[in-house]
């Protein structure tokens, strides 16, 4: 029987004849809870899979949400972002394939809300991720990291590891509360540790158009973040908050529904946002 890491190298030597990988890392962060970041990275991962590219999700919330989402087992999920970190198992031996050709995960554990404590004691303990993540990033077009909703030493860790940065804005009240801390933390990191770090884009999700509330938030957001809009707008659709149960991204859960063409929309807008600076790193 072929192993996992069997399969994930013939994964990457088919695909690699046909792509040359962009090598794109991007924090999925807001400190805000429930703005749609796991629904995001998984389904943002699977449609930019689904366009062939080569993607591999990171789960950094001890919630293990995106673990779940993407179809692995969080309770048996292999070595994890906490071993990777804290036990330092090479990147490579932490990868998990998924059911969705293309796409990888470094799955998370509970046991991970330990290592924010661990990290502390580490020197460099700001860019444990970023080196651990290293030789990734000539092998995959997209990481995509996962925050968890805090902006605690895993996020600062994201931030350092990356080099763009998207934040879900959920169309509800209170949308751009807490985006300040946001922006200033982004811009400390980048002041100080990551020069190359961004913002990428705005995405705003849960969108319902049956609400006032929704389309003075939308209104709201692109006049106070003008021009760093996506325009795509996910919409808040049941087949969205089934799928994770299934363990399975929009894209195969429910291929036609609203969800799904809104986060294809938003691969595409995101592939297309391409800064050439980024070819560089
Ligand atoms: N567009 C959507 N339509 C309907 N439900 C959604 C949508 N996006 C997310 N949800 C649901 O809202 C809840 C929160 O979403 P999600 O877990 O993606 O947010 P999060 O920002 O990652 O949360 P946390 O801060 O806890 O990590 C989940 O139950 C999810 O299924
Ligand atoms: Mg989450």
Do not use: W
């Amino acid at each position: 029987m072929t192993s996992e890491r069997e399969a994930l190298d013939l994964n990457r030597a088919d695909s690699s004849t046909l792509l040359s990988p962009l090598g794109r890392r991007i924090a999925i962060a807001n400190q805000k809870g429930g703005v749609g970041k796991t629904t995001t990275v998984v389904n943002l991962g699977a449609a930019l899979a689904e366009m062939g590219r080569e993607v591999v999700v990171v789960d950094l919330d001890p919630q293990a949400n995106a673990t779940t989402a993407i179809g692995l087992d969080p309770r048996s999920p292999g070595n994890t972002v906490y071993d990777m970190l804290v036990q330092k198992v090479p990147v490579r031996e932490c990868l998990s394939i998924t059911e969705q050709e293309h796409l990888c995960c470094i799955p998370s554990h509970l046991d991970l809300a330990g290592a924010e404590v661990e990290l502390v004691s580490m020197l460099a303990r700001e860019s444990q991720l970023s080196t651990a993540l290293e030789s990734l990033t000539h092998l995959y077009d997209y990481v995509l990291i996962d925050c968890p909703p805090s902006l605690g030493l895993l996020t600062i860790n994201a931030l350092v590891a990356v080099t763009e940065v998207i934040t879900p804005i959920q169309c509800e009240y209170f949308a751009l509360e807490g985006l300040g801390a946001l922006i200033q933390n982004v811009n400390l990191v980048k002041q100080r540790v990551n020069p190359s770090l961004d913002f990428t884009g705005f995405v705003l999700t849960m969108f319902d158009p049956r609400t006032n509330l929704s389309t003075q938030v939308v209104n709201e957001v692109r006049n106070h973040l003008a021009g760093k809009v996506f325009n795509t707008i996910v919409p808040r659709s049941v087949r969205l908050s089934e799928a994770p149960s299934f363990g399975q991204p929009i894209g195969v859960y429910s291929p036609t529904s609203r969800g799904a063409i809104a986060y294809r929309d938003l691969a595409l807008e995101v592939d297309q946002r391409y800064d050439t600076t980024n070819r560089s790193r």
